[in-house]
């Protein structure tokens, strides 16, 4: 089953608020063998918002978005979709009394506001889907020609819950022969290669190795090798995977430090432990940054000792036994500097590892 999003809202536009739904919903459907193939995003606008989901639908013909259900003027996310199908709006009393009830339980004074009164507005011939976690009830809206809209609220909270508990239940019941199909991802985590590089080391494997999906995923811990199967049974995708990731790792494998959710902080404490050795750090340009890396990990304590931030040459003079003359013949950003700052930081702290760093890192810098 492929589908479409559609998050709404100017603030997602201009960048106050970051669209979390999206990705959240991608990544649950995936699991499921459902395979989100565009994500839209439009402001809060009624034409901007049917053009959207008019254009999904000639597409897919299965379209799910995300906020404008709420009470207030700008909430138009209803209206707009309920005229491309050519639906009218009616006022669901039982939407209504729900709300009211709602009201009174939370103890806000006075009677429901007339705002709320706008989201018990449902397009007719449209299924409620229930909303077990805020005030606005989702909706199920479909043609005849079973092309279909659910709408459900922006608020993260919301949307995560109806999702799961609702919508993607019932995605699952409707995919029918395709139920058995799924889509399945691995990830490789590598680091101390570029990008570039494991391109080359790779070779043939370089794309869709053995006919699995290869992604590239760069940032600043090292590179990521994801692998993607589609449509197929769990067990076959499963297989498939493997023996892709095998074939990796025969090209790439010193690089790898883990897969999927591995963190390098966590690996790196964990083989300190396995052979019962304490680390020290001394920084320099990072500022404890390395240091916060290592205790972030819960049961850090019993291998971390500490570090020492040392920014100026006197400190790292001072601190770290740095001799003079290193700084004067190579600088504080050196090999040399940075060879005698954690020789220095393990002699202080007594440890079996001492690790530095120092570099120039402010937007000045080369």
Known sequence: MNVELVSIGNELLLGYTIDTNAAFFAREAAALG???VRRATVGDGADEIAA???????????????GGLGPT???????????????????????????????????????????NRNQALIPEGATIIRNDHGSAPGI???DEHGRWVAMLPGVPREFRGM??????????????AEAGLVVRSRTLRLTGVAESA????????AKDPLGVQLAYLPSWPGVDLRLTVYDAPAADAAALLDRAEAALRERVGRWVYGTDDADLAAIVLEL?????????????CTGGMLGMRLTAIPGSSDVVD?????????????????????????GAVSEETAREMAAGVRARFGVDVGVSITGVAGPGGG
Do not use: C
């Open 34 to 36: 459902i395979r989100v």
């Open 198 to 205: 494991l391109a080359d080391a790779l070779g043939d494997l």
């Open 140 to 142: 199920w809206l479909e």
């Open 306 to 330: 500490g570090g020492t931030i040392a920014y100026a040459n006197h400190v790292k003079v001072r601190e770290l036994g740095v001799r003079e003359e290193t700084l004067r013949a190579h």
């Open 163 to 176: 999702a799961r508990e609702q919508l993607l239940p019932t995605l699952t019941a409707r995919r029918g």
């Open 73 to 115: 003027a700008d909430d138009l996310t209803k209206q707009s979709i309920a005229a491309i199908f050519g639906r009218g709006m009616f006022l669901d009393e039982s939407i209504v009394e729900s709300l009211k009830a709602r009201w009174k339980a939370r103890g806000w004074p006075g009677e429901l506001p007339k705002a």
């Open 272 to 284: 300190l432990r396995t052979r019962g050795f304490r680390i020290a750090v001394a920084e320099s």
């Open 52 to 66: 959207a989901v008019r254009e999904g639908l000639e597409r897919t013909g299965a379209v799910i978005t995300s």
